[in-house]
């Protein structure tokens, strides 16, 4: 099973909510990734964790909080966005991270801040 | 940094050949990767090449590695119109994916 799952499939939130988006792998990948990807741009690598350790965080805004609860589970809590924030919010997994592994990606969250 | 650059755009038509061309400046990393997405969808690793091969062929794939002019290239034997994509080439150096701009692959029936 090669499959990384991301819930819900589309958001919209106003900037003063609060909610989270999901990612899940049974691969056993110790490596989780969140991605930013505009439309007709490639992705931006947003945090990375490694055993469920955050080891990168791209200078990322504070309103983008990332949790990693166990080895298969990713969360991405978002507060007080703004609407330049509206994109496609991908997760990642890899066997592990950094060298050279494959990263395999979700099927990405459409998230609207109006 | 590193850097991968790739054209933005290519048309062909159904059952043509198509080739996807992408320059990488890192050139210590052990595999070099494409993915896929179609529209509204993740990214679908589609395939990848060792670095110290120059050919990799899998079905209607064929990638190209020349190493000496930091080049890789993804051809698509009889385009079809669900090969409709962007095509992102992707470098892993330094451990994070450095991703390409993509390719928007046009197919007309």
């Known amino acids: 099973d090669t499959e990384v799952t991301q819930t819900p499939k589309h958001l919209v939130m106003g900037m003063t909510n609060k909610k989270s988006l999901k990612c899940e792998q049974h691969?056993?990948?110790?490596?989780m990734y969140w991605y930013k990807q505009k439309a007709k741009k490639p992705p931006e690598l947003m945090f990375v964790?490694?055993?469920?350790?955050?080891?990168i965080n791209e200078s990322v805004p504070s309103r983008f909080s990332p949790e990693c609860p166990n080895s298969s589970l990713l969360n991405l809590h978002l507060h007080a966005l703004q609407p330049e924030d509206s994109a496609l919010y991908l997760c990642a997994s890899s066997p592990t991270s950094g060298g050279d592994h494959e990263q395999y990606f979700g099927p990405g969250t459409r998230l609207t801040v109006t | 940094g590193e850097d991968v650059e790739q054209s933005l755009f290519l048309s062909v038509r159904e059952g043509d050949s198509s080739v996807i061309n992408c320059t990488y400046t890192?050139?210590?990393?052990?595999?070099l990767y494409w993915y896929k997405q179609e529209p509204g969808a993740g990214l679908q690793l589609l395939t990848y090449i060792f670095s110290n091969m120059d050919m990799k062929q899998d079905q209607r794939l064929t990638v190209l590695l020349n190493k000496k002019d930091k080049h890789l290239s993804l051809r698509i034997a009889d385009t079809q119109t669900g090969d409709s994509a962007i095509y992102f080439c992707a470098d892993p150096g330094a451990g994070k994916l450095i991703f390409g701009q993509g390719t928007t692959l046009q197919v007309k029936p």
């Open positions: 964790y490694s055993y469920e350790k955050l080891s």
């Open positions: 890192d050139s210590s990393s052990t595999y």
């Open positions: 691969m056993g990948h110790r490596a």
